[in-house]
């Protein structure tokens, strides 16, 4: 749904912006975040729990997302993003990329799955080709 392209989108220009109340308003009380399985976090539960865990990535790698491709799959969409990284700190610089899988109701994202390669992704909404 178009709806759905035009969240994804805000939702990653509310990131870039550091602007949490847009991303909490997306995002719904109860949505769970899956990461891929070789991220330390597995799940997250909640709202709070998941800005929380947007914020310190942002806070510590930077605010530069990109959306590099959406695929409107309904209820669904697919995302690859692409990420330069700075830690402020650090110094660390580089690039990452990941794909999501976004499920909203409603005008909010409940589910999030996240996966480092995008195959994965491409296959798991059975897209592959």
């Known amino acids: 749904m178009r709806e759905n392209l035009d969240l994804v989108r805000r939702a990653n220009d ?5 602007d949490w109340a847009t991303m909490e308003a997306i995002a719904d009380p109860y949505v769970v975040v899956r990461t891929d399985s070789n991220w330390p976090e597995r799940y997250l539960y909640g709202r709070d729990a998941v800005m929380a ?3 310190a990535g942002w806070e510590s790698l930077g ?3 990109r959306i590099e491709e959406i695929v409107d799959l309904g209820d669904r969409v697919l995302v690859r993003n692409y990420w330069t990284v ?3 700190r650090s110094g660390y610089g580089g690039d990452l990329r990941w794909s999501e899988i976004i499920t909203y109701r409603e005008g909010r994202s409940v ?4 996966f480092l390669e995008h195959a994965h992704a491409v296959k798991a909404v059975g897209l592959e080709e």
Request: proline share 6%; glycine share 12%; hydrophobic share 45%.
């Open 14 to 18: 509310a990131f870039r912006r550091g």
């Open 53 to 55: 865990w947007y914020r």
């Open 111 to 114: 589910f999030v799955e996240m």
């Open 86 to 88: 700075l830690g402020e």
């Open 63 to 65: 605010p530069d997302v």
